[in-house]
């Protein structure tokens, strides 16, 4: 299985903020959809959990969040999108990182 949108176009970022979603264009999406907006903070707080494993890896966020998908069974590879060239530097770090059992699920903890 190949997962598209692992960052779930930037939520898990690590840079999609609570104020976020009111300056995005009108016609984007993510101003309306649940997991950007009613249920924006129970994600945020996933984020805070990717950060604390982040840092403890010396790594973005990004990294964390795409490395925690491919270590799920069955994951051959995921597909991460960029809107900029610079957005995928952080991101190559995931596939080496390797999370332990504690890290996996305090990611997924909710």
Avoid: C, K
Avoid at 51 to 57: D, K, N
């Amino acid at each position: 299985m190949i997962p598209y949108q692992p960052l779930h176009s930037g939520l898990l970022s690590g840079t999609f903020t609570r104020e976020r979603p009111a300056s995005l264009d009108p016609s984007d999406w993510r101003r309306t959809h649940p997991d950007f907006t009613t249920d924006l903070d129970t994600n945020l707080r996933t984020v805070d959990r990717l950060r604390t494993v982040a840092q403890a890896h010396g790594t973005a966020v990004g990294a964390v969040a795409i490395a925690w998908v491919l270590a799920r069974r069955g994951v051959t590879g995921a597909i991460a999108g960029a809107r900029r060239p610079e957005q995928t530097a952080d991101w190559a770090r995931a596939a080496t990182l390797r999370l332990t059992e504690e890290e996996l699920e305090f990611v997924a903890a909710r």
